[in-house]
C-alpha cells in the first residue's frame, strides 16, 4: 500500500510561485509514475504533469510555467509552480501508479491518491 501526503498549497498572488510536494511516507516513488492532477470548483478533475525515472509530461496548461522532479531519497515528488493566475486556483492531488508515464498518462487508472492541497489565487 503506498500512502501519498500533499503539502504546500496556499494563497499566492497572481504571478507568484509555490511549491507542492507528495510525500511517500512507506515506500520509495522510484518505481512509479507519480503524477499531479486538480480540480476547480465545478469542473472535471484534471492531469497536469507526471514523472516516472526518466520521464516527464505536461499538460499543455501548465507547460513552462510548471516544474515536476523528485527526490527518491526523500520519496518526495515536487510541482513548482511559476506565474500562477487565477485559473490555477484548484484543489491539487497526486496520485501514483507502477510504471512509467507513457502518452496516455492523463488516461492513466492510479492507483493511489493523497489527499489533496488547496491552492488560491488571488489578489
Known amino acids: 500500500q503506498l500512502q501519498l501526503v500533499e503539502s504546500g498549497g496556499g494563497l499566492v498572488q497572481p504571478g507568484g510561485s509555490l511549491r507542492l510536494s507528495c510525500t511517500s511516507s512507506?515506500?520509495?516513488?522510484?518505481?512509479?509514475?507519480t503524477a499531479w492532477f486538480r480540480q476547480a470548483p465545478g469542473e472535471e478533475r484534471k492531469a497536469i504533469s507526471c514523472?516516472?525515472?526518466?520521464?516527464?509530461r505536461y499538460a499543455d496548461s501548465v507547460k513552462g510555467r510548471f516544474t515536476i522532479s523528485r527526490d527518491n531519497a526523500k520519496n518526495t515528488v515536487y510541482l513548482q509552480m511559476n506565474r500562477l493566475n487565477p485559473e490555477d486556483t484548484a484543489l491539487y492531488y497526486c496520485a501514483a501508479t507502477e510504471g512509467w508515464c507513457g502518452e496516455d498518462w492523463p488516461h492513466f487508472s492510479y492507483s493511489f491518491w493523497g489527499q489533496g492541497t488547496q491552492v488560491t489565487v488571488s489578489s
Open positions: 514523472i516516472s525515472e526518466r520521464t516527464t
Open positions: 512507506r515506500r520509495t516513488l522510484a518505481n512509479y509514475a
